[in-house]
C-alpha cells in the first residue's frame, strides 16, 4: 500500500468509527448550484455537538445543538498556469437571529496531509439581525482556503466571545470534515 493510500484508508475509518460513535453522519449531496461530484474523491462531514446551554447566553435550540460546516473542492479558474486547489467551507442550516449569536462564531482549522500546508477560517453560522457591530458579525458564512491538492482535513469548533479574554471553545464535540482535492 502507498503513503496516499495508507492515509486515506487511516482517514475514511476515523470517520466511520466517529460517526458511528456520535450516532450522526451527514451525507454530503450536491446542491442544484454545486459542482458535480467528482471521482476517486473521499468525502465526509461530521457536526460540531455544542456544550450545555444554560440561561442568561443560552441560544434557542438548547444543549448540544449541531453545527456542520461542509467542505468541496473549490472553483478553479481556466488559466494558464493553473491556479492552484482550494477548498470552500461553508456553514450549513443557518439559523435565525437571536441577540446571543453576535457573540458566536466557528472555527475550521484544516490541514493537507501531502503538502502540509495549514490554517483556518473563522465563518458565521447564523444569519445577520439588527446588530451591526463586533467581530462575529463581520465574517461570511462561507470561505476558500488555498488548501493545495491532497487530502485535507478540518476541524470546526464552536465559539463564544468572552469580555476581556480570548474566545472560549464550547463545543462539545469538534467537528470533522475530510475530503480528497483533485488535482
Known amino acids: 500500500m502507498t503513503h496516499f493510500t495508507r492515509t486515506r484508508t487511516l482517514i475514511a475509518a476515523a470517520g466511520v468509527a466517529v460517526a458511528a460513535a456520535a450516532g ?23 457536526p460540531a455537538i455544542g456544550g450545555l446551554e444554560l440561561p442568561p447566553p443560552a441560544v434557542p435550540g438548547g ?14 479558474p481556466m488559466i494558464f498556469p493553473p491556479a492552484p486547489a482550494t477548498v470552500q467551507f461553508t456553514a450549513e442550516h443557518i439559523a435565525p437571529y437571536h ?3 453576535p457573540n458566536r462564531f466557528v472555527t475550521v482549522d484544516w490541514r493537507n496531509l501531502r503538502n502540509g500546508k495549514t490554517g483556518h477560517l473563522d465563518l458565521r453560522y447564523w444569519e445577520k439581525g439588527p446588530t451591526t457591530t463586533g467581530y462575529p458579525v463581520s465574517l461570511p458564512t462561507s470561505g ?9 482535513v478540518a476541524t470546526v469548533t464552536v465559539k463564544r466571545l468572552r469580555y476581556q479574554g480570548p474566545p472560549a471553545v464550547i463545543s462539545l464535540i469538534p467537528g470533522v470534515a475530510a475530503l480528497n482535492v483533485p488535482n
Do not use: C, K, W
Not at 26 to 43: H, I, Q, R, W, Y
Not at 63 to 76: H, L, N
Not at 144 to 152: D, E, L, Y
Open 99 to 101: 441577540y446571543e449569536y
Open 24 to 46: 450522526t453522519i451527514t451525507a454530503t449531496a450536491p446542491a442544484a448550484d454545486a459542482a458535480p461530484p467528482l471521482t476517486n474523491a473521499l468525502s465526509f462531514h461530521i
Open 63 to 76: 444543549s448540544f445543538q449541531r453545527t456542520t460546516v461542509t467542505a468541496r473542492p473549490g472553483m478553479r
Open 144 to 152: 476558500i482556503a488555498p488548501t493545495g491538492s491532497g487530502p485535507v
